[in-house]
């Protein structure tokens, strides 16, 4: 059982668009959820993360847009750049004090920005 | 630089074959990680462990075996290689005193390929 359903697998953005990656989760006890970036040939990097007690966060060009009632949440990037082109996963974890819930990720989301 | 390093960074084998893949860390973290990734199919966990003598099974442990003798060092096993087992490798590491929104640090990989 999937327990990170994360959607497109694929997306084409032309350059100075908005990039929309969508995350679904069944585990109601998730209380993390970061979102990762990848480049080829590299290992993941977190990009940003938001708890469910807040509907949305925004750091620079990049927003998480949060549904609790519908175990949902979002990934948007503003004015997107080719040097965003990149794949990208959601993940989720649960034990807010804890930290020590291993991520749960998504099967990845390729996006290219194309000029 | 400080962070995740990952050896080797390429490997064939031929089935049957064992090798251990090794993940060290210089951040002095409490909790390391190994995820497999392969195309389609996001992240997998595959053992972790939050200290130092500790580990515990992931998503897909059969057919790897883990050690972490030493806190900085977190070891994957694979006894006898199956093709299945071609993929690529990605240890993870992060510090029990950090928030858990302080995101894992990843290493750049190791790609095996089991002919």
């Known amino acids: 059982q999937q327990q990170v359903k994360q959607s497109p697998q694929s997306l084409i953005v032309q350059k100075g668009g908005i990039s929309i990656i969508n995350c679904a989760y069944e585990?109601?006890?998730?209380?993390?959820f970061p979102w990762y970036q990848q480049f080829p040939g590299k290992g993941p990097a977190l990009l940003i993360a938001?708890?469910?007690?807040?509907s949305e966060k925004k750091e620079g060009r990049f927003t998480i847009s949060f549904n609790k009632s519908a175990k949902q949440f979002s990934l948007h990037i503003m004015d997107s750049q080719p040097g965003d082109s990149a794949t990208y996963f959601c993940a989720a974890s649960q034990g807010r004090n804890s930290g020590n819930t291993p991520l749960v990720f998504g099967k990845g989301t390729r996006l290219s920005v194309i000029a | 630089n400080a962070g995740v390093t990952q050896t080797p960074k390429f490997r064939v084998l031929k089935t049957g074959q064992s090798m251990t893949l090794l993940c060290a860390q210089d951040?002095?973290?409490?909790?390391m990680y190994w995820y497999r990734q392969d195309p389609g199919m996001g992240l997998r966990l595959i053992h972790y462990s939050v200290g130092e003598g500790t580990t515990a099974k992931g998503e897909v442990p059969d057919g790897y075996n883990v050690s972490r003798l030493k806190k900085q060092n977190f070891l994957l096993g694979l006894e006898s290689a199956a093709p299945s087992q071609t993929s690529v490798y990605f240890c993870a590491s992060k510090g029990s005193d950090q928030r858990a929104s302080a995101g894992y640090t990843f290493g750049s990989g190791t790609r095996l390929t089991v002919v």
């Open positions: 938001i708890r469910p007690d807040v």
């Open positions: 951040m002095n973290h409490e909790y």
């Open positions: 585990n109601t006890a998730f209380d993390y």
